[in-house]
């Protein structure tokens, strides 16, 4: 789990270089790579939880759980409050990823309008030139 958290944060590390170096957030290097980035931390911080709190029950049902004493106290909060906080930050990166799918999908409309815009014109204009010819002729 550590070698998948320390390539999280090489994606983490990857977007602050390319907003440093002013790329534009719709650039398809910031989309890959906050794609990539959420997909990451999808697989090393949320699938993980269930697999965690799985292994914790298994510990609570035995009787070493009452000897843990004050630790399992703190087990169950702190990884409560961290596990609220990383399903927080993917539900962000998730509306992030939505977003920026639907602005492409917009983007990818508006330019198959200009192009159907702009071979009416040419048609127009083509039409407009042969009516002329044929008028003067």
């Not at 910031?30 to 965690?52: C, D, E, K, Q, S």
């Not at 070493?64 to 409050?81: D, E, K, N, P």
Request: hydrophobic residues 55%.
């Amino acid at each position: 789990i550590i070698i998948l958290i320390q390539k999280e944060n090489k994606e983490f590390l990857y977007r602050w270089f390319l907003d440093a170096l002013k790329f534009s957030k719709t650039s398809k290097a910031f989309v890959l790579n906050g794609l990539l980035m959420t997909l990451v931390f999808f697989v090393v911080r949320i699938v993980a939880m269930p697999i965690y709190w799985w292994k914790v029950y298994t510990v609570a049902i035995t009787p070493l759980w009452a000897h843990m004493g004050h630790f399992r106290y703190v087990l169950i909060i702190v990884c409560s409050v961290l596990d609220i906080i990383n399903v927080y930050w993917f539900s962000k990166m998730l509306r992030g990823c939505i977003k920026i799918f639907f602005s492409v999908q917009e983007e990818n409309k508006r330019r198959r309008r200009e192009e159907l815009v702009k071979k009416f014109i040419i048609s127009i204009l083509i039409i407009t030139i042969i009516i002329i010819i044929i008028y003067h002729c």
